[in-house]
């Protein structure tokens, strides 16, 4: 398992750690709209899975944004941002911040994503920083456990691996 710290403090992951070449695990979060959201959903494209604990949060905020803004750049690709925030709170963060190419999701209600991706902090039901790219054929191909989830993710290497997954 992945080894994660939280404001300096050690945190147990719930789940299993996925790994380049894995098989994508499927997963059913929560849109704005308390519709289920699955892997199967994007099927045939490229999907980058940004994960955060908490939307409201400065790094959070920051991470959201900046792959709303990387989005231009990258064809064929699905932007998800997970958290276990309510869906309530995602969509009016998302209309305050004008995030519109993210699709903010949530795994509040099951940490179904969470456990299947390795990411739920069993201490704080939270979850951990990270960020995952699969492929069209939903095959794992990037993936970064950010170590202390109150640092940003590797956004260079992350859009790198969506450009060049098919």
């Known amino acids: 398992m992945a080894s994660i710290t939280f ?7 719930l789940g299993q750690e996925v790994k380049v070449g894995d098989t994508a695990p499927n997963f059913t979060v929560l849109a704005n709209d308390l519709s289920p959201v699955t892997l199967a959903d994007s099927n045939g494209k490229v999907r980058l899975i940004s994960v955060v604990p908490s939307i409201d949060t400065g790094v959070c905020d920051a991470q959201t944004r900046r792959f709303n803004e990387e989005s231009a750049k990258l064809d064929n690709v699905q ?5 276990v925030d309510l869906p309530f709170a995602q969509k009016r963060w998302c209309a305050s911040a004008g995030i519109d190419k993210v699709q903010t ?3 509040h209600r099951d940490l179904s994503f969470g456990e299947a991706y390795g990411v739920a902090i069993q201490e704080l ?3 951990a920083r990270a960020v995952f790219v699969i492929d069209s054929n939903d095959k794992v191909t990037y993936v970064e456990y950010v170590s202390e989830a109150t640092d940003h993710p590797n956004y260079e290497a992350a859009v790198e691996a969506a450009r060049a997954a098919q």
Do not use: M, W
């Not at 404001?7 to 992951?13: A, D, E, I, Q």
């Open 79 to 83: 932007i998800l941002t997970v958290s």
């Open 105 to 107: 999701v949530s795994d």
């Open 7 to 13: 404001k300096g403090n050690p945190v147990t992951l």
């Open 125 to 127: 039901r939270l979850l």
